[in-house]
T-cell receptor, first 113, second 115 residues
Framework: AQSVSQHNHHVILSEAASLELGCNYS??????LFWYVQYPGQHLQLLLK??????LVKGIKGFEAEFIKSKFSFNLRKPSVQWSDTAEYFC???????????FGTGTRLKVLA | EAQVTQNPRYLITVTGKKLTVTCSQN?????MSWYRQDPGLGLRQIYY???????DKGDVPEGYKVSRKEKRNFPLILESPSPNQTSLYFC??????????????FGPGTRLTVL
């Protein structure tokens, strides 16, 4: 069965620090990969997604993620975080051609001003 | 404004009292889905629908029903709610062009407490 692991449950950083959030998935075939973000009091929204092509994907607000097929990973990065990046981040996977989605347990990021 | 709406936003009910949480989208999306979010468990998919009259189970369908009679609406029905269904529920919708790779648009969430 598909699964998604987010190893960091809580992360606290100071502004301007670099961020990397881990996401590993288990699935033997081709996958679509997503990072969603939930800012306090707001809806979940898409940060970025990968479904084919360049494994380095750029999203909104300066975020990027790299798909490493050999490691079954899709880690989220940002070179310099801001206080406004405080949010909960979810990694998700789905198998192309299907409409079942598996989400990770989420990582709560707190950025200190 | 393009959006997914859910009602009610907050609901406290008692065990066994049937309830419906409505979900509506105005983006003409074919795909709609329901999730529940629980601490430490992330979002888990309950049911999804690929189009009108086409629904399928997600990972945690037990105790829930759905229907898709119109494209814009996808209600979640709890016939006999139990305390373990206390959770935060999200509805989402997307186009169906990238075979699952489409962006999902989420509603604001419904916080349900079953006593």
């Amino acid at each position: 069965a598909q699964s998604v692991s987010q190893h960091n449950h809580h992360v606290i950083l100071s502004e301007a620090a670099s961020l990397e959030l881990g996401c590993n998935y288990s699935y033997g075939g081709t996958v679509n990969l997503f990072w969603y973000v939930q800012y306090p009091g707001q809806h979940l929204q898409l940060l970025l997604k990968y479904f084919s092509g360049d494994p380095l994907v750029k999203g909104i607000k300066g975020f990027e993620a790299e798909f490493i097929k050999s490691k079954f990973s899709f880690n989220l990065r940002k070179p310099s975080v801001q206080w406004s990046d405080t949010a909960e981040y979810f990694c998700a996977v789905n198998a192309p051609g299907t409409y079942k989605y598996i989400f990770g347990t989420g990582t709560r990021l707190k950025v200190l001003a | 404004e393009a959006q997914v709406t859910q009602n009610p936003r907050y609901l406290i009910t008692v065990t066994g009292k049937k309830l419906t949480v409505t979900c509506s989208q105005n983006m003409n999306h074919e795909y709609m889905s329901w999730y529940r979010q629980d601490p430490g468990l992330g979002l888990r998919q309950i049911y999804y629908s690929m189009n009108v009259e086409v629904t399928d189970k997600g990972d945690v369908p037990e105790g829930y029903k759905v229907s898709r009679k119109e494209k814009r609406n996808f209600p979640l029905i709890l016939e006999s709610p139990s305390p373990n269904q206390t959770s935060l529920y999200f509805c989402a919708s997307s186009l169906k062009e990238l075979a699952g790779g489409d962006t999902q648009y989420f509603g604001p969430g419904t916080r349900l407490t079953v006593l």
